[in-house]
């Protein structure tokens, strides 16, 4: 077994691990608040489901970048929402009924929007090389969101004390995790950097912006809901993009490309989060 496959099988346990947590966390009722508040729901979605793909589809269309690279903002522009988020949220006073809703829910409405994503994407001018097949996304997401969410839904009823306990320091170790094996697969990938351009990497932080950007714009009055969005509309679920992406396409290039969207990511929602502290504590000042 090579040093690549160990780490895709890492990725699986602490994609499956922290998808685990959060069934611990959420109640019966959290993940349901959205449905309860159709508005905020529809904002929501925009954010998470509406922007990043058609931001990434008019870069596609409009921006001449290699066909890797289009794949890996494909794969990307698809994922679900990160679920290693809700202390980083919760840190920013969102409500967490909300917070529980948007991971949970949203990660649920991705087994029918990724494909719808997937087929309207790939089907672009200048993109139709750019091929990532639906049956192997929707199985991963099965496997990796939809089953986990259950077993930790379940063990929380029959432990709740245990899992209580538990959630926190295990989401927190599957963050760290997560990233030192996604920048693992980029050392074993270095190529890939050099052949990507500089112009992708622009387009990588263009995305992310506008992405926190329209999260903050639609998540409503309240600075801590507004970040929760925020967030939750930049920060893809990396892990799932990355093992399509190891699964299915040889090049670098692609690894690469979700890579350092995600370290990007990071820089940039820290000066975010940093900036929203600033906010809350105007608003208590006042």
Aim: net charge positive; proline share 6%; aromatic share 6%.
């Amino acid at each position: 077994m090579t040093a690549e496959q160990l780490i895709l099988m890492l990725l699986q346990v602490i994609l499956f691990t922290s998808v685990l947590t959060l069934g611990f966390k959420s109640t019966l009722s959290e993940p349901f608040f959205l449905f309860r508040h159709p508005r905020l729901f529809i904002r929501t979605f925009i954010a998470i489901y509406i922007v990043a793909p058609v931001l990434t589809a008019v870069i596609l269309v409009l921006v001449p970048l290699p066909v890797d690279v289009k794949t890996g903002m494909i794969l990307l522009a698809i994922s679900p929402v990160a679920t290693t988020l809700p202390h980083n949220m919760l840190i920013l006073r969102a409500n967490p009924p909300y917070v529980y809703s948007i991971l949970i829910s949203m990660s649920l409405i991705a087994v029918v929007m990724i494909p719808i994503s997937l087929a309207i994407l790939t089907a672009l001018p200048l993109t139709h090389d750019a091929s990532v097949p639906p049956f192997e996304v929707v199985k991963l997401i099965a496997q990796t969101v939809l089953l986990p969410l259950i077993i930790g839904a379940i063990i929380r009823r029959l432990a709740p004390r245990w899992t209580e306990r538990l959630s926190q320091p295990i989401n927190a170790i599957s963050g760290k995790a997560l990233i030192a094996a996604l920048l693992a697969l980029l050392a074993l990938n270095l190529g890939g950097i050099a052949e990507a351009g500089l112009l992708s990497f622009i387009v990588l932080l263009f995305l992310t912006v506008s992405a926190l950007a329209a999260g903050h714009f639609l998540g409503g009055s309240a600075v801590g809901d507004r970040a929760a969005l925020a967030m939750a509309a930049a920060q893809r679920q990396t892990a799932i993009a990355t093992l399509i992406a190891a699964i299915n396409f040889p090049s670098p290039v692609t690894i690469d490309v979700i890579v350092i969207y995600l370290i990007i990511n990071i820089l940039t929602i820290r000066l975010y989060t940093k900036w929203c502290k600033k906010q809350l504590v105007a608003q208590t000042e006042t």
